[in-house]
Structure formats: C-alpha cells, structure tokens
C-alpha cells in the first residue's frame, strides 16, 4: 500500500520534471499506457518513452490532487494536474489515471481518464 | 458525452437514494462490477441487484465530488461520497469509480477504486 502510494506520487513529480528515462522506469517492461482510454495503447518501454519524451523539451509543472489517491491491491486511481507553458501559451490538463502494478511496485497498466473538458487553454 | 456525464450524475443520486431496481437498469445485462477492483466480478443483472441490495435497508446518502468527473469516450472515471447510518454508526467511503458505457449509453464495466483508508467510520 504505502509503496504504490510513493510510486504514484513519484509518477506525478517525475510527469512534472523528468527526465523520461526516470518516468519510464516506473514502468514495468511490458506494461502498457492508454491515454487517454479508449485510443491505441503503447505496450512497452520504447513505446512508453516515445509517448514521454513529448513533454521532455515543455516548460511544466505537475500536483497530485490533495486526497485523490485511492489505493486497492494492486490497483491505484488518482487525480493530478499537469500545466504546460509554451511561450505566452499555458495549457493545463487534470486527468485522473487508473495503474495496476506488479510485486515489484512496477506499473504494469496506466490509463488516462479526461476528455476535451479537462483542458483549458489560457495565453498570458 | 453530456449523456455519459447523466447516466454518471443519475448513478451517484440512485446509490443514495434510488431502488435497487432502478440503479440496475443503468447497467447493461451482461455488465461487470468489479467494487473495490482486484475482487471476485460480478456479472449481470442478478449479480449486480444482489451487490446494491446491500445498501436497500440502509439510510444513506451520496455526494458526486464537484469537479470530478472524467469522461474520455464511452468511458469516464470520477470521485464520490457514501455515507451510510446504522443506529449512531456513520460510515463513510469515498471511492473513485472507473466506468465503461455501450452504445446506449447503459454502463458496461464499473471498476471502484478504494481500500481501508477510504473508510471513515465514527460514532455520534
């Protein structure tokens, strides 16, 4: 329990300051990432590092949602903010992310809850 | 989408008020909830009239936490409140609950998301 809540609350920290190779060894070797559900899942670390190394070069910043961790077994779900900054541009996104883990405290599944409503698009 | 965010809203009231019956009906017939995740699923209609009629004779109340709902697709994830009153007993859980909808939008998949911390149990 108190290990998967450190995992996710690194998972937030490292989507919010990297680098990728950091976030991607959260991760399981096979594990797959949907986000957001419902579009073609990424299975593996190679697929996963493609899908992060988006955010390597954006100015960002990241906060796990006080109280929103909600721990089962194996299975975390949890809301976060993530703020992207592109010159004036500010774009912020707050998904809640399903994860299941392995015995090792690994995220074998990641899936992304949010659809369009969940971003917001501000210039300075 | 608006139809999803409903059905979800309707949910939320029905488990903290509605007959069993009529929180059934949001479920397709061969739907699976799976409350909390990681336990035995329970499939179609009867498994799952069985699973809320545990909360029929209760007083109770529900609260969809503003802001929470998440919907990507036929899916959408979100945060509520139940708290439950036997004699001076005030038991309140507060879980995260995953959901797939079909076409028709009648919810196919409810995942919950929630373990011993998410319970707060108090005496009056």
Do not use: C, N
Not at 47 to 68: G, K, N, Q
Not at 99 to 114: P, Q, V
């Amino acid at each position: 329990m108190a290990e998967i809540r450190d995992v996710v609350e690194q998972y937030v920290k490292l989507v919010g300051t990297g680098p990728t190779e950091d976030i991607v060894a959260l991760y399981a070797p096979d594990a797959v990432v949907e986000d957001p559900i419902g579009t073609e899942p990424r299975r593996g670390h190679d697929a996963i590092r493609e899908f992060y190394d988006v955010l390597a070069d954006l100015e960002r910043e990241t906060e796990l949602r006080p109280d929103s961790v909600r721990i089962a077994g194996r299975h975390a779900a949890f809301m976060f903010v993530l703020v992207t900054k592109f010159g004036d541009q500010r774009l912020t996104i707050s998904p809640i992310d399903a994860m299941e883990f392995d015995d090792d405290g690994r995220i074998t599944s990641m899936k992304a809850y949010w659809g369009q409503d969940d971003i917001v698009s501000e210039t300075a």
